[in-house]
């Protein structure tokens, strides 16, 4: 019997043991997946909690209720992964592997700027990247007062790029539906040169910020957090007072990563592009956010990459040939308040642009455009993601590679 | 766009960021640097050198990273590239600016 072992039951693994165990011979190849924690959260959910718009219960599952039968479920924590014998340690045994499957993801690391994990973290500096932090900030939003709502984050990449701007809107909607709208004031933070920094979408989007009196600083390269003062501050010496701080810390793979020695400064693990074959290790491969690939961390991106390395671990126990297939597909629906959302979809070389979508010419969604179709897309992707995504079941008209068909292209 | 600097066609964005690397050189890269009021001594070409070969190994870029990598403290590369450094300094360097997703 040989073995692979797949690290991680998130998103990404979940939907490989799905896509693996009925195309790999039960005689042949036993599937291993581990993963410590019981409870699977639906992360796009995170964003609506706040806001009271999901209940706790609709952003978590017992994770267990996903790994198919005939895949061995682990639930120990993971010491170290051994690459060059082929085996993984965990809290007391170890595993052997003929092929492993890395998908442990990315999480916050507040730790890394100075005073942000301080006193004040989770009283009046909120993350909204966590089951804690987002349900911990929906009730200081219950009973907030208002005042100077700063919305930050600390550096590229993050899980979910757009996600920071799309809780600016969501407050937005937020406060003017309890009326008091006038009571808060919203300033965007970011590291970047805009809020929005591709052309496109800049030209299309640019007056959202303004329609909703969204105040924007921009090159802010944050140093630390003064919680005695209640300031942001960055290394030139610029500081931005908040009553209440939502930031995105940065984001870092799995510790995991860094003690088995595989990954880049930020932990995560050098993999190929289009084959999502480690590239260091031949009989390692890696998918989701703990790669670093040039693409959204998303789990639309992983579901379209868990299509590709379906294939290539097929081919590559036949002995054949990976395929270079994997483009960097990313589909995400934006909330932009008010019932409206935006959809895009591009891939590593295409930038969002207008069109429609999943059908070229008809839609019914359009990208890079406000509509409330939109959100009731984005509202019943959640159904989709329990009940498809995880599976493995591929989502009707809407392809692995990203196609041109439906964009305005120049 | 097409532009012309140091006396050669490039083709660059909008904002000037060049769309091609391979098209990049130092004299270009002074060009740009002088454009933004910056004179580039030996320190700038450290940097610049840095940034690109982080970017040729597909690493992210952020002034966080910068001050993990020891190549340079934050307050010499804000002095170096004044207002955005990271901004100014991959424009010089003739790689993208740092993105996000739309």
Known sequence: ?410 | MEAVLAGIKVMVTDEGYLTDFSQWTKEIGAEIAKEDGITMTERHWEVINWIQEQVKAGNGLSVRGIKKSGVIDIKEFYSLFPGGPLKLATKIAGVPKPKSCI
Not at chain 1, 135 to 158: A, Q, S
């Open chain 1, 1 to 410: 019997m040989k073995n692979l072992v797949i690290l991680g039951a998130g998103t990404a693994g979940t939907m490989m043991a799905n896509h693996l165990r009925p195309k790999l011979n039960k005689k042949e190849w036993n599937i291993t997946i581990v993963d410590q924690y019981k409870t699977h959260y639906y992360q796009p959910g995170f964003l609506f909690l706040p806001f009271d718009i999901y209940t706790e219960s609709q952003v978590k599952k017992v994770g267990k209720k996903f790994i198919p039968k005939g895949v061995n479920y682990v639930q120990k924590k993971i010491e170290q992964i051994l690459p060059k014998e082929s085996k993984v340690k965990l809290e007391d045994e170890t595993l052997n592997y003929d092929l492993l499957i890395i998908a442990t993801g990315s999480k916050i690391a507040p730790e890394e700027v100075e005073g942000m994990k301080g006193k004040n973290w989770h009283k009046n500096v909120f993350d909204f990247y966590t089951y804690e932090g987002s349900l911990n900030l929906r009730n200081k939003l219950r009973e907030w007062k208002g005042g100077k709502l700063i919305v930050h984050f600390t550096e590229m990449p993050i899980k979910c790029p757009v996600a920071p701007l799309e809780f600016t809107f969501l407050a937005d909607s937020y406060f003017r539906k309890k009326g008091m709208r006038d009571k808060v004031d919203i300033t965007f933070v970011t590291p970047l040169g805009g809020a929005f920094t591709k052309p496109k979408a800049t030209e299309a989007l640019g007056y959202l910020l303004k329609e909703k009196d969204i105040k924007v600083i921009t090159d802010f390269a944050i140093e630390s957090v003064d919680n005695n003062n209640n300031q942001i501050v960055d290394y030139s010496g610029q500081k931005v007072d908040y009553d209440l701080l939502v930031t995105v810390p940065t984001n870092m793979g799995d510790e995991l990563i860094a003690r088995s020695g595989m990954g880049d400064d930020l932990n995560f693990v050098p993999t190929h592009h289009n084959t999502l074959q480690s590239l260091d290790y031949k009989n390692v491969f890696v998918i989701g956010d703990a790669t670093n690939v040039p693409a959204s961390k998303a789990g639309s991106v992983a579901h379209f990459a868990s299509e590709t390395l379906t294939d290539n671990i097929l081919l590559y126990v036949d002995g054949k040939p990976l395929k270079e297939e994997f483009d960097g597909h990313a589909n995400c629906f934006i909330e932009t308040g008010n019932n409206k959302a935006l959809l895009i979809d591009f891939n590593y070389k295409q930038e969002p642009v207008e069109g429609t979508f999943p059908i070229a010419g008809i839609g019914p969604l359009k990208l890079l455009k406000e509509s409330l179709f939109n959100h009731w897309g984005k509202l019943a992707f959640r159904w989709i993601y329990w009940n498809m995504l995880l599976k493995g079941i591929a989502i009707p008209f809407v392809g692995r590679n990203m196609t041109t068909k439906g964009k305005k292209i120049n």
